[in-house]
């Protein structure tokens, strides 16, 4: 039982480093927006978005699903005392990574000016996505070497890399950004039209940094591997397993893990895209002018989306972190522990996921105000309408992570692909029914993560034989939601009254708002000793929580 609790307690704290790396990676994400807003404008963030939109697909098609893949083949092979396969998966993933990264970047570099302007009808945005073009290459490499540290039971390298990547990316994307939108509206003068190449090469500037931060985050997880090359090499001597894999058996292998996890991942993001290209061609269409369609899209992408991917990298953390482990458990056929370290990953994240979409619709407009100065009433609207997406989206993430790692790697695939023809229907349905432009979008997202969440919990259920705890994961966390955001609500209304700094009473009211739901979540018994000892500095804690009699 202790060996069972070591394993459950150890990929949670990883997940907890992994989503520590995730969120403080998400937060310099969310600083460095600010200026880069500041400098290219609402409008300049739509070619940014746009731009990325592309980059992510072809991202997914090419790599994204590659750190996943050679996680879980490589902790299989270690499991089964199989060191020299695992070093060989990783050699094939890195030649896999190579090809499709260069195939990606061809393809983004040379088609950007069909896909920005005939398909997505926003042809500035071309000068960005060219810039992304080689990062491409460079992020299917560093997710080949990051998806062996985790396969190895390891988060430290991709953690400490994620941070790297992110610093670098945000002082080359603004200091570009600021250069370039520069250059762009003298450029622009010759145009007649310095404010639209301004916002166009403003962007590049933006999309300039995401290639250096992950060129700085490749160069850091090549040195760790160079650091550990000895203790690999021991490892071989200690191989167990005398049946060596050929590097034909390895890639094919390869293939048919990522095929599956491609085309789930695809399915599951390729919706912003769709959106973006259903959005504007529908309501161009319908007649607004480009220019507050291009406004509204970049509010969308540079201030909602961002807002909202921050709780949201906890939950990809913990996917990526409880994959390999949880395929351990499945292979050797211990279900008892599959199903508690599923149980154990859905409480985690739905603890975060609850508060965070609550506070979000709570302080929509004096957080907006806070980051990025926009008091507008629609960048508000679609914050607190939105906000819901937030445990929908972390529960779909976790859930497809969870599927994959008990080697169900089809039904993602298939829940995907349903969820995402009725999430079309239902984009459609309200930009033509109800006229609802760019809140539509929200909806439509929010009503795709929804269906994910419910088509995998029962695939879960049917599969691994986990049930479903209602009361601890999910009622507990919504209530202490619901009145953290009541009294989060009148705190901030009466802040505003008698002091009328919105950064001081954003501030407090957060602060409040965190150390409220803590104390609910104590009194309902929603979190015990035992998960409390999981996290990070857990037993600390957990000791102090005792001193102060919050638990017994």
Known sequence: MSNKKNGSTNFILQGSILAIASIVSRIIGLIYRIPLISIVGDIGMSYYGCAFEIYNVLLLISSFSLPLAVSKLVSASLSNGSRRNAMKIFKGALAFAFVSGSIAALIVFFGATYITGDILKTPMAVYALRVLAPTLLIVAVLGAVRGFFQGLGTM????????????????????????LARYGTKYGEAFNDPTHYSAAFGAAGGTLGTGAGALAGLLFVLFVFMIYKPVFKRMYRKDTDSTEQTYKEILFVLAATIIPVLLSTTIYNISSILDQGIFKNVVIAQGYNTDLVDEYWGIFTGKYKTLIN????????????????????????????????ILSATRFVMIIAFPCTVGMAVLASPILRLLFGDSSEVAANMLAAGAVSIIFYSLSTLSNGLLQGINRMKIPVRNAAIALVLHIVFLLALLYGFNLHIFAVIYANAFFALCMCVLNELSLKKYSGYQIEIKKTYLIPLFSSVVMGVVTFILYKTLDMLIG??????????????????????LLKGLTEEEIVRFPKGRTIAGLLKRIHLLS
């Open 501 to 522: 700094i919105n950064f001081v009473c954003t501030v407090v009211s957060i602060v409040v708002a965190v150390i409220v739901y803590g104390l609910l979540m104590l």
């Open 310 to 341: 921050v709780p949201l990298s906890i939950a990809s953390a913990m996917a990526s972190s409880c994959v390999p482990s949880i395929t351990r458990s499945f292979q050797s056929e211990d279900f008892e522990d599959t199903k508690r370290q």
């Open 156 to 179: 430290m390298p991709s953690a400490f890399s994620q941070i790297i990547e992110q610093i670098f990316n945000a002082v080359v994307s603004v200091l570009a950004a600021y250069l």
